[in-house]
């Protein structure tokens, strides 16, 4: 059983044992492509960790009191929310901006934001159930305009280049006052790719654009 295995040994058929990313980094080296050296720590090592930090003695007592002390020392690190979450792609060519300006970039802070170019802000709909368990596989328009505009535009466009559209229309002004427009359409990764109180001229051309060409 091995803890620890080298990029040099792994591939993508070691997936269980190290992970995709581990097995794609092997894969990578091998195939010449430039992977700097270095490791996967295995299933097998986090199996043994889990197995001494849950044990029920007092070595697992011990383990936690070490494992909670070390961790707690990362504090900052796992703060900055601003990094993990406020990721943007204002400059991108398939992004449409809106005139609206971004908000300030601070890697300990996340301030949601609807500017296209931002991970899409999360709203609580009901208690246990998230705006985000409401988007699609695919893109999302989200309106949130009471029923004062028609979304069949862009479900038009979406099936003439056979792109998967889920429509979410919600009446609630907290999620409205949030995405400050009535239309938005959000990307498979959950940035905003586009916002506007009324369909484009032409959405043809709109996702032409989101989806580079």
């Given at each position: 059983?091995?803890?620890?295995?080298?990029?040099a040994d792994?591939?993508?058929?070691?997936?269980?044992?190290?992970?995709?990313?581990?097995?794609?980094?092997?894969?990578?080296?091998?195939?010449?492509?430039?992977?700097?050296?270095?490791?996967?720590?295995?299933?097998?090592?986090?199996?043994?960790?889990?197995?001494?930090?849950?044990a029920d003695?007092?070595?697992?007592?011990?383990?936690?009191?070490?494992?909670?002390?070390?961790?707690?020392?990362?504090?900052?690190?796992?703060?900055?929310?601003?990094?993990?979450?406020?990721?943007?792609?204002?400059?991108?060519?398939?992004?449409?901006?809106?005139?609206?300006?971004?908000?300030?970039?601070?890697?300990?802070?996340?301030?949601?934001?609807?500017?296209?170019?931002?991970?899409?802000?999360?709203?609580?709909?009901?208690?246990?159930?998230?705006?985000?368990?409401?988007?699609?596989?695919?893109?999302?328009?989200?309106?949130?305009?009471?029923?004062?505009?028609?979304?069949?535009?862009?479900?038009?466009?979406?099936?003439?280049?056979?792109?998967?559209?889920?429509?979410?229309?919600?009446?609630?002004?907290?999620?409205?006052?949030?995405?400050?427009?009535?239309?938005?359409?959000?990307?498979?990764?959950?940035?905003?790719?586009?916002?506007?109180?009324?369909?484009p001229a032409?959405?043809?051309?709109?996702?032409?654009?989101?989806?580079?060409?």
């Amino acid at each position: 059983m091995s803890y620890v295995s080298w990029f040099a040994d792994v591939g993508l058929r070691d997936r269980p044992d190290v992970g995709g990313k581990g097995g794609s980094l092997g894969e990578m080296q091998r195939a010449g492509i430039p992977v700097p050296p270095g490791f996967v720590v295995t299933t097998a090592a986090f199996e043994r960790f889990l197995e001494a930090i849950e044990a029920d003695s007092p070595a697992g007592v011990t383990a936690r009191r070490e494992t909670g002390a070390y961790l707690a020392r990362f504090g900052p690190e796992f703060d900055s929310l601003g990094v993990q979450l406020g990721a943007r792609y204002d400059d991108s060519p398939i992004i449409v901006p809106d005139g609206s300006g971004p908000p300030v970039d601070d890697p300990d802070v996340y301030a949601p934001n609807a500017c296209p170019g931002g991970r899409a802000p999360h709203v609580w709909l009901t208690p246990g159930a998230s705006l985000f368990d409401r988007l699609g596989r695919g893109f999302t328009l989200l309106d949130l305009s009471r029923g004062t505009r028609r979304t069949n535009a862009f479900t038009e466009a979406a099936g003439t280049r056979r792109l998967p559209l889920t429509v979410v229309t919600l009446d609630q002004p907290e999620a409205r006052d949030l995405y400050e427009r009535d239309l938005v359409l959000i990307r498979p990764d959950q940035h905003v790719a586009w916002r506007g109180n009324a369909a484009p001229a032409d959405c043809a051309a709109l996702f032409a654009r989101v989806t580079g060409g």
